[in-house]
């Protein structure tokens, strides 16, 4: 049995699917279902008994000594965190009551039931913390991509609440001998993406005929991570990471934002034609940039690769047309989420135009 955090997120929904295809061990499933979280996503597993789900907040540290009291998990897998840098800079209150208090108050939880553990269930025991290399701040277009070894520069509200959730993992470990890991990923992409994330939006505002909004320039570069490779580099973690060790993982894939949305404007062109017969690159809008935006990211994954065997299975090309081919397929859980407050915000953020 393990326990997953924020399993019902992007990231997490995906790693729970890809759990149960793939190792089979049951899951104890712990989200507190905010506007990201999606039991929708779920829904194949709703009849499996390897899969219990506990509607919850990390930071309510009585019910995870309950759930880890109850369940005796081997292992903790931590998605849980507020993740939109957008909102971020909004409200930043809420990523730093999740990220930070949430992560402290998860950690407690965590370390006082590994002190009950016998000897031998102690020195198996991980925990995993999921963390973004947002944290390593931004870099120039000569800069070498950040490595385990960079230093941590956060620029947003969001990326300075999952240092400070880094750093918490760390000195749980160095302090208390808790036994984590940590993973920083670059840009996930994929199938269940909540779309206020740019791939995804820019996918269902094509074909819903809405101007396609670009910040600023379009030319920020982003490391593209395709998240079934993702959930793979995990599970490989998991397995084999050595304690107190931390492991980039990144798809090898830099990509400018301009770029990724003419990307899938030429797929879209060629799987969903507009009735018109013109292109959706006739859609793209750029607005005024964001605050502080990062201008590149890049992650060196070759200590995953090296120690532990990992490479990403999809490049940017087959991975962006298998996620634009799923959106174009799932148009009921898309129109599920794309509704009420998400609309409100969407209108809110990126009204203006440049």
Known sequence: MILVTGGAGFIGANFVLDWLACEGEPVVNLDKLTYAGNLQTLSSLERDTRHHFIRGDIGDRDLVTSLLREHRPRAVVNFAAESHVDRSIHG???????????????????????????????????????S?????????????????????????????SKAASDHLVRAWHHTYGLPVV???????????????????????????????????????????????????????????????????????????????????CTMLDELQPRSDGKPYAEQITFVADRPGHDRRYAIDARKLEQELGWNPAETFETGIRKTVAWYLANREWTDAVTSGSYRQWIDRQYGNEA
Request: proline share 5%.
């Open 92 to 130: 930043p209150g809420d990523f730093i009551q999740t990220n930070v208090v949430g992560t402290f108050n998860l950690l407690e939880a965590v370390r006082g039931y590994w002190a009950t553990l016998s000897e031998e269930e102690r020195s198996s025991f991980r925990f995993l913390h999921v």
């Open 132 to 160: 973004t290399d947002e944290v390593y701040g931004t870099l120039a277009a000569t800069d070498a991509p950040f490595s385990e070894a960079n230093r941590y520069e956060p620029n947003s509200p969001y990326s300075a």
């Open 182 to 264: 940590t993973t920083n990923c670059s840009n996930n992409y994929g199938p269940y993406h909540f779309p206020e994330k740019l791939i995804p939006l820019v996918i269902l505002n094509a074909i819903a005929g809405k101007t396609l909004p670009i910040y600023g320039d379009g030319q920020q570069i982003r490391d593209w991570l395709y998240v079934k490779d993702h959930c793979a580099a995990i599970r490989r973690v998991l397995a084999a990471g050595k304690v107190g060790e931390t492991y980039n993982v990144g798809g090898w894939n830099e990509k400018a934002n301009l770029d990724v949305v003419h990307t899938i």
